[in-house]
């Protein structure tokens, strides 16, 4: 008999109002930030970061009142590691039903090098901080800021910090997008096996999209025993952005017959929040961009048309529905065959005749090759056109 098996949980932590807002030009106002939180609240989102307390007096207001009015997720804010910092993050998420307390610092030699922290030192500023944090929240993270180029034995010695110092979650960002998914798997798995109590809390990944592979790496992480993801909504984050929430999401959704992973998402207001983002963030969706462009469920060609009209499953892997889009497209144009002409005649209710449908479809390829798109307007006055052939 077989019996089945609850399947692991992997948490969403979403940080579009923090990282992703970090964005050049992509601020939002308070009335906004509120408004996505919420949009992120009520999508099951397992953690929201709401902002930087210490950044400026707008953001701790944003953070204190997504805090205050959220229901379900538990509400993080960002502070470096310094007690100033961490006491301003708490202050604006100590309102929440689910604080918790998000502080870093850079591990790397590149970033150890700016204040000039020896290994020893930065080691004892780790314990001092997360400590400090513990004793405000039970709910503490903690991040080893380009922990993909720090050396692997000095990573491990301060997380076993970070832990014996009371963080929950330690979080290895990949910061400037340059791990590969081998290297993300095996970095987790490493964390997980040597350091003492790693197989006691939560491993998180956060990855960049620098060379394109933030998705693979965060996938890959979770594969090798991380249980939280750090994602935007579309990717927007820093630079070419962070790992985008809707490609993850999706992807344990459509493989998890090879990624056995649960996520708490209603996959149906993917789209909602996907447009909502980009109108206040400014930031336009790149038509081909995974699960979300525009094009990513439209279909163009003759034969992927004739497909699609046949059997969606041919050229979809996911349903529209399922991220909150009304339907599947097959726009027309100068690939388009003669199947697609013939549905869009059936769905604007144009009768023609065989002739006909053969003269509009000589014209409609005609028009085709001068415009992009043929639009509805036009295949009704080729049909006006050619209604003496009936
Ligand atoms: O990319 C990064 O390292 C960060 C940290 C603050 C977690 O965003
Ligand atoms: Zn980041």
Not at 80 to 109: C, L, M, Q, W
Request: proline share 3%.
């Amino acid at each position: 008999m077989t019996q089945t098996t609850k399947q692991d949980r992997v948490l969403i932590f979403d940080t579009t109002l923090r990282d992703g807002e970090q964005s050049p030009g992509a601020t939002m106002s308070h009335e906004e930030k509120l408004e996505i939180a919420e949009m992120l609240d009520e999508m099951g989102v397992d953690i929201i970061e709401a902002g930087f307390p210490i950044a400026s007096e707008g953001d701790f207001q944003a953070v204190k009142e997504i805090a205050q009015r959220s229901k379900n997720a538990t509400i993080c804010g960002l502070a470096r590691a310094n007690t100033t910092d961490i006491d301003r993050a708490y202050e604006a998420v100590k309102h929440a039903n689910s604080p918790r307390i998000h502080t870093f610092i850079g591990t790397s030699p590149l970033h150890r090098a700016i204040p000039g922290l020896s290994q020893d030192d930065m080691a004892d500023l780790i314990h001092e901080t997360v400590s400090h944090a513990r004793n405000l929240t039970d709910n503490v993270q903690w991040s080893p800021m380009d922990a993909t180029r720090t050396e692997h034995d000095y990573l491990c010695r301060v997380v076993e910090i970070a832990i014996k110092a009371g963080a929950t979650t330690i979080n290895i960002p990949d910061t400037v997008g340059y791990t590969a998914p081998r290297e993300s798997a095996d970095l987790i798995r490493m964390l997980i096996e040597k350091v003492p109590g790693g197989d006691e809390i939560v491993f998180s990944t956060h990855c960049h999209n620098d060379l394109g592979m933030a998705t693979a790496n965060s996938l890959a992480a979770v594969e090798a025993g991380a249980r939280q993801i750090e994602c935007t909504i579309n990717g927007l984050g820093e630079r070419a952005g962070n790992t985008a929430l809707e490609e993850v999401v999706m992807a344990l959704r459509v493989r998890n017959d090879i990624m056995p992973y649960a996520t708490h998402i209603d996959t149906k207001k993917i789209m909602q929040i996907s447009r909502r983002v980009s109108q206040v963030s400014g930031f336009p969706v790149q038509y081909n961009k995974a699960v979300v462009g525009k094009n990513a469920f439209a279909h163009e060609s003759g034969i992927h048309q004739d497909g699609m009209l046949k059997n969606a499953e041919t050229f979809e892997i996911m349903r529209p529905e399922d991220i909150g889009l009304a339907s599947s497209s097959l726009p027309l144009g100068k690939h388009s065959g003669r199947a697609a002409l013939r549905d869009k005649l059936n769905a604007l209710g144009l009768e023609v005749g065989d002739n006909q449908l053969k003269d509009i479809f000589v014209r409609f390829k005609s028009l085709a090759d001068r415009k992009k798109e043929v639009y509805d307007d036009d295949i009704i006055a080729l049909v006006a056109d050619t209604a003496g052939d009936k």
